[in-house]
Structure formats: C-alpha cells, structure tokens
C-alpha cells in the first residue's frame, strides 16, 4: 500500500507535467480549449491526490520516508497524515483555480495564454512536491525553484501594467532569499550532508552547539517566515503580489502557497526537533518566540487591511492577519507542548487542532473572497471599492458567495471560521491562568476578530450593498460566465 501511495503521487505529478506542456500548444489558437485541457488534467492529478490524502488520514496506510530515484541521485519523499491535509487542500484549490480560469483568463485579448497554461500546472506540482519532499536541501530546493519560479511568471502576467514587473521582481527575490535562509541551516547542523532527510538531520542536529541550535532553528523561522507571510516578512512583498497577480493565482497565492510556509514551521519545528537530556533544544522559547511573532502579524496585517480601498490589498493584508492567528497559535501549541504540566500538553494538542483547522478555512474561504473578487473585476473593470456598489442585485451568486466567505473569515457563527478561532482563542485563554501572557495574547487575538469583521462589512457592504463616493457602475454589469 505504501508503494502506492507514492505511487499514485509521481502519477499525478506527470500528470501536471504534461499539462505544462500539452495545454501551452493549444492555448496560441484555441485559448478557451486550452483551458479545457489544463483543467481536466489539474483535475484528475487532483482527484487522485485527494485519494491518496484520504486513504493515508483516514485507512491508516502505512507512513514511511521512501526514496525515488531521479537520475543518479535519491531524493526522499514523505506523505504521512500532515502532508496528505496539505496535499488535499493544495488539490481542492488547485481544482477549483483551473476551472475558474477557463472563462476568466480568456478575457485577457492581449495576452497569450500559453505561458499562462504552463507555469500554473508547474506552479501546483512545485507546491505538492513542497509538502511531500523530505529534506532542506535537494528535493528541498527542486521544489521551492520550482514554485517560485513558475508562481513568478504568473505573478508578473500583466506585465504591461504599471508595478506589475516591479512587484514580482521583489517577490522573486524575497523568496530566493527565503530559500537562502532556509537551506543555509544545513550548514549549522552537524555532520549534516546535502539530500539527508528529515530525520537523518533529526539524529544529526543533536550534536550542534548550543549556540548554532538557535542559529538553525532561527534561520528557518525567518526562511518560512517570509513564505507565510509573517511580520515584518510579510509586508515587503505579500500585498503586490497578490493585487497583481490574475484572480484566480491570488487565489492559490494566499488560500494555498502562504500554507506551505506554515507546513515547514510545523514540520521542523514540531518533527525535527533533536531529543536526549543533553540537547540544548529550547522549545518552550521558540513557541514564545512564535507566538508572539504571530500576536503581532494577525493583529498589524488585519488593522493595514482596514485601509485598503483596493479590493484585492484588502484581502491580501486580511491574509496576512488571518496567517497570524495560524501562526500564534502554533507557537502557543510548540511552548505549551514544552512544559511539564499534562493540562497545558492537553491544550497543546487542542490548539494545533485550531490551527490547522483554520489552514483549511483559511484556504477555501480567502480563495472563494479572490475568485468573487475577480468575477466583479471582470465584470465592472475595477477594483477600487469607491467605484463599486450596489452589485447585489446585479452578481446576487457572486455576493452570496463572497457574503458567506466574508463571515467565516470574520469568525462568525455559525460558519467554520468561527470554530476555528475559538478553538485558537479559548485555549490560549484557558492556558493563561498558569501562562500569564498567553491569556493577554488571547485578548488581544479576540479584539483583533472585530476589526477582521469591520473589515468584511466594508468589503461586502461596499462592493455589493451601498455605492462608493465615485459609484460608476452601470446596469449592463452581470455574472461572470462559466463554461
């Protein structure tokens, strides 16, 4: 069963593979057919990756590191119950990306689709092997080029436009130097060689100094830092990249790439964590450390969205402030997890389970609030929310859409949203009676929900209810075709 369980996951990385080669071809004359074809093979790899998530979460296959063989050399591959929940939400969006693109992207007459067409397959293969690669090194470093590279192009598709070139030149070199930072912790962890997997570096990084633990761990905080869009990292390239990105990679860009970067937070700093008495290991002070990086960005990126009159700025600073509520509370999981009490280990468990929860709302209901927001830019031709108003009656499946979006991510209930806040909130609240700050983090997380739900009324409110001060839209605007 483990032979195919990866099995199935190089079938279905062909399979974007060849999407990135075939859709491209056809895409010069036949745009929308082009579309056709890149969604029905984004599909089935997808069909056949949530499979495999389903069959490793839910039939307990066995879990294992294995080896695959590219050319002379092995690079380790893992999915195990953590990476099969990334691997599935990466799918679904992936899915739900392709087909949105079909009519959107056809609209573009001045561009040709086939570069379009063949870094977005690229682009979903280069986060699927992010999450399954076993290493900070080889595989490691073919992945993120990979997404980086191919997510670049997609980023920089308006290249006509004004800041469009800009804004994805300084994400390119961000994340090349997120990557430097990343890979640049082998070179601390002793006796540590290039494809070592995780847990080969697991039995290595015990014998580093005290000092260079700090130097690894603090690297790779700041490497996947800057991928999952946390303070101050966030900042310097998150919000132009995705206002200027097409609608539906913004959509990947926050509901499913920023999640990578929490994966290699949880994955190094929950899995690779060296163990004995004499390990200098201070996993009570990385979850402060994280926490409170992650108490700042969800507190900062929610009020700087307040700001924002540009529809999709608005979102992307919202990402940056939801990111921050996964992020605090994976901090407050890691500390709570390092002490001696089982009350706090309980809470740890219960927390985790918060923040991977809100992964999942995050990346479905961010990405629907990017796609609503794209279906009334191809409508009205504009994002500022000054111009908008009144589409409710005009796009009435777009603004239910964009309505339930809207109060999840503000945590209301009933939606699922609100569940997984709580989850966060509460626990940290509750371990605040033996950690005091935890419960001062709490608070403050809480009180920043109402600004995230202040956000959404001005959002929703100004885009589909009342008119903007420079209300220009007229009544030949109507739903976005599909199909």
């Not at 969800?298 to 990111?323: C, E, H, N, P, W």
């Not at 991510?409 to 009933?414: D, E, F, N, S």
């Amino acid at each position: 069963m483990n032979t195919d369980i990866y099995g199935n996951l190089m079938t279905a990385l062909a399979i974007l593979a060849a999407s990135a080669v075939v859709s491209p071809l056809i895409a010069g004359t036949k745009r929308k057919l082009a579309g056709w074809i890149n969604f029905a093979l984004v599909a089935t790899a997808a069909i056949l990756l949530l499979h495999t998530s389903y069959a490793v979460i839910f039939k307990a296959v066995p879990q294992g590191s294995t080896v695959i063989h590219l050319g002379p050399s092995g690079i380790y591959f893992l999915v195990d119950s953590f990476s099969a929940f990334f691997i599935a939400i990466i799918a679904f969006m992936a899915m739900i990306s392709s087909f949105y693109s079909i009519d959107y992207m056809d609209h573009y007459h001045d561009y040709s689709l086939r570069g379009y067409y063949f870094h977005l397959p690229l682009f979903i293969l280069g986060m699927i092997l992010l999450v399954t690669v076993d290493d900070l090194s080889t595989g490691f470093t073919i992945a993120w080029q990979i997404m980086t590279i191919a997510s670049y192009f997609l980023i920089k598709f308006e290249f006509r436009e004004k800041g469009v070139v800009r804004g994805a030149n300084k994400y390119l070199i961000l994340m090349q130097l997120a990557w430097l930072l990343i890979v640049s912790a082998n070179f601390f962890i002793s006796g540590a060689a290039m494809g070592d997997s995780i847990h080969s570096l697991v039995q290595k990084i015990g014998y580093s100094s005290h000092v260079n633990l700090y130097i690894i761990y603090g690297l790779i905080l700041m490497g996947f830092g800057f991928k999952a869009g946390m303070f101050p990292f966030g900042q310097l390239w998150l919000p132009d990249a995705h206002s200027i990105a097409p609608s539906p990679i913004s959509a990947l860009l926050s509901g499913v790439m920023l999640k990578t970067g929490i994966y290699g937070i949880i994955r190094t700093f929950f899995w690779m964590v060296p163990h004995g008495s004499d390990v200098h290991f201070n996993g009570f002070f990385w979850g402060c450390v994280i926490a409170g990086f992650g108490v700042v960005t969800l507190f900062i990126g929610t009020v700087q969205s307040m700001k924002q009159s540009d529809s999709k700025r608005l979102l992307a600073y919202s990402s940056i402030g939801q990111l921050g509520y996964i992020i605090f509370a994976t901090g407050t999981a890691l500390l709570l997890l390092n002490t001696e009490s089982g009350y706090l280990k309980v809470l740890s468990i219960i927390v985790i389970i918060g923040a991977l929860y809100h992964v999942l709302n995050h990346a479905v209901f961010k990405g629907l609030l990017f796609l609503s927001s794209g279906s009334v830019l191809y409508a009205t031709g504009t994002k500022d929310l000054n111009k908008l108003g009144g589409l409710i009656k005009l796009m009435p499946v777009t603004a239910v859409v964009a309505g339930i979006a809207s109060l999840s991510i503000a945590g209301v209930p009933p939606f699922s949203g609100f569940a997984s806040k709580w989850t966060i909130i509460s626990s940290s609240v509750l371990a605040g009676s033996e950690i005091a700050f935890l419960a001062i983090f709490g608070i403050i997380a809480l009180f920043t929900s109402a600004i995230t739900l202040s956000c959404y009324v001005k959002f929703f409110g100004m885009t589909f209810t009342s008119a903007g001060t420079e209300w220009t839209i007229k009544h030949e605007v109507k739903e976005v075709p599909f199909g």
